[in-house]
């Protein structure tokens, strides 16, 4: 409901950020948080990898917008016994986020056009995957109003699963403000509680 509200609003011009300075490792926890139950029933194991000096200048509310749909996207498309790594680090200029899944992976042909509204993958129109199919859409939209870029890396032919990244430009800010809770928490965070290093 949140992405239809939001891009509703973005087709109408009325998407208003309100950007300050940020620690984004805080907000990328909280929303794993709030997917611990999902991931848990799911069985698919959520590993993360945040650095604390990622800052950057985003709207609280529209970044936490960008990880759930990544990470709902991730967790959805995963098998059973499945990992979802979730990173994010300083690159420069930039900050980096990574969700990566060992799902069935982007056709190079379709590559481009997962990003466009209402488009779903035709293996995954009849298939009991759900979705609007404007996740995606909604995530580039916000991330190019903050004057990042978003986008998937081409796995191979023989590498299943999916990268998606985010990359927004870096700032100096240290506030770590508590950000308004899209998605509710739940008890069982501790599944993916403390942040685990990629081994």
């Known amino acids: ?37 999902i991931a848990a029933a799911r069985r698919v194991r959520v590993v993360q990898s945040l650095d604390d000096d990622s800052c950057a200048m985003v709207d609280v509310e529209a970044f936490h917008q960008i990880v759930l749909n990544l990470v709902d996207n991730a967790i959805k498309y995963s098998p059973a016994d499945g990992t979802v790594r ?43 995957v759900a979705g609007s199919g404007i996740g995606l859409a909604v995530v580039r939209d916000l991330v190019e109003r903050h004057g990042g870029r978003a986008g998937v890396a081409h796995r191979g032919r023989d590498l299943r699963g999916s990268l998606f990244f985010v990359e927004l430009p870096r700032s100096t800010g240290v506030e770590t403000p508590k950000s308004p809770t899209i998605a509710p928490a739940h008890a069982a965070l501790e599944s993916i509680g403390a942040a685990e290093s990629d081994a």
């Open 86 to 128: 979730v990173s994010l680090a300083p690159q420069g200029a930039v900050v980096r986020l990574e969700v990566e899944d060992e799902g069935p992976g982007i056709p190079l042909a379709d590559a481009a056009r997962i990003w466009a509204p209402y488009f779903r993958l035709e293996r995954d129109v009849s298939s009991a």
């Open 1 to 37: 409901m949140e992405n239809i509200l939001l891009f509703s609003r973005a087709e109408r011009h009325l998407v208003r950020l309100s950007p300050r300075p940020c620690v984004l490792s805080a907000e990328v926890r909280e929303a794993l948080h709030s997917f611990a139950p």
